[in-house]
């Protein structure tokens, strides 16, 4: 009888310390990617950035992936060199994207010569000017364009290290528990979000003298970290294949000739416009909604024990344990300890908003965000997977979104001055968000391999992340140019209205929503199967 070769695949420890590594590189490059969105209002105070250019150069992060389709390129890298390579390569460029942009918002910048340099020049890009998709304009501020450059190489990494992770879970987890595995590698990148809107201010006003570089190098230290963690990977999973005597397993390329096929496709069309008009209406809100907050809520001035350092942390540690306990309860078969955990998380979240209350923070208020897409992801991934209903939960998903976007554009402001009946709308608001933001990927993603052929369904996926890009590439630009334009005379940021932005956001969520009607009525017609359960069950 043949023993069953023993690998470190086969160690459920082992398998869980790579997907712990690949997850936590992960959170790290979600902290970096919003780590100057809760300081919009310090980088027009400090740095004299106006709406647009905090949005230009936010929307930059995508310049790359759209405009020179590194996305497909990272594809084929990935396809020639396999994950380990690749992981690192992605976690290298990373940080070489966040080192100039921290130089960029770094007081040794102001007076250089590189600012002198990139003031006069990158005022007109030839071609990119003329059809209206440059990166830079007359008049951006040099730290501004250099920050966008830094960020452009940021996000060639970062979507790099995306379909890095996605598919190292799947050679360390196939024929295992590969749902928990990526249900688990989401839940934590999220939580990148919630750190980073906690500790990017704390460290923006550590001390006596204001400083957004220190924000920027918090998350260039994390990316440090971030590459370590693909470097252990990187002889983890070379040892693995060692033990197995395989190669390496990688996708297929992207290939020309099957773009036909996939555009060929009604339900593919529907989803990747569903999937750009849902994501801008989230990403790009992010990256402004703690200003939004700081202009339509009133804070009481917290006293020195609310405004510590140490408090922070604390509120920080409570977060987890909301996360942790919420996730966790999914899992769990006894009922005892189920609801013990579910109640435990209900109690911290109580507890964490009212902290973020008697903190007088908008950036702990949005952090709440990401708490209950962690707590429900399973839960809907699991539902989708035994019951279908995937694109009735688009429907309902794109629902949540206008609802949540109108509230914060004509209810929230109705309570400027009120002090309690603010924060309460702006929490369930978030909360419900959040919940939204669960909804349509849980349902979304799952739908692709229905519409399209099994042999371009890496290129299906492609495309869409492609287009994707596009709409997070144009999004943060439009919103600050709209907040520029509507509100003119306004110089103190914590004063702009953000109702006609907002206004734009929720129109985005009524196009996701007919796109999902109409999908529906596709899939009722031509047995899509995207009502159907995953699973079947015989």
Known sequence: MTQKIQTLRDSAAMRWIALLLLAFAMFCSYIFMDILSPIKDLMQSTRGWDSTAFGTMQGSETFLNVFVFFLIFAGIILDKMGVRFTAVLSGAVMLVGAVIKWYAVSGSFIGSGMERWFTENLNYIPLFDELGVSPFYRGMPASAKVAAIGFMIFGCGV?????????????????????????????????????????????????????????????????????????????????????????????????????????????????????????????????????????????????????????????????????????????????????????????????????????????SVFAVFPLLAVAITPILGNYVDHKGKAASMLMIGSLLLIVCHLTFAFILPMFKGQAVGGIIVAYVTILVLGASFSLVPAALWPSVPKLVDAKVIGSAYSLIFWIQNIGLWLFPMLIGKILDKTNPGVTNPVEQNYTWALVMLACLGIAALIIGVILKRVDAKKHLGLELPNITEE
């Open 159 to 363: 979507e790099m290290a995306g379909i890095t992770v996605s598919r190292g879970i799947v050679k360390w987890f196939k024929g295992r528990e590969m749902a928990l595995a990526m249900g688990s590698e989401m839940a934590l990148a999220r939580l990148g979000v919630a750190t980073c809107m906690i500790f990017s201010p704390m460290f923006a006003n550590l001390g006596d003298k204001v400083d957004v570089s220190r924000s920027v190098a918090f998350g260039v230290v994390l990316l440090c970290i971030a590459l370590i963690m693909f470097i252990v990977y990187f002889f983890m999973d070379k040892k693995l294949d060692a033990q197995t005597g395989e190669a390496e397993e990688k996708d297929d390329p992207f290939k020309v000739s099957d773009i036909g096929k996939i555009l060929s496709s009604w339900g593919f069309w529907l989803v990747a416009l569903l999937c750009v008009l849902y994501y801008s209406a989230i990403f790009p809100f992010q990256k402004y909604a703690v200003n939004m907050l700081q202009c339509n809520l009133t804070f009481t001035e917290p006293t020195e024990f609310w405004a510590s350092n140490a408090v922070t942390i604390i509120q920080y540690v409570i977060m987890l344990v909301v996360a942790a306990g919420s996730f966790a309860s999914n899992f769990s078969k006894n009922k005892g300890m189920k609801y013990g955990l579910m109640a435990l998380a209900i109690v911290a979240l109580i507890v964490y908003c009212y902290m973020g209350y008697m903190r007088g923070s908008a950036a």
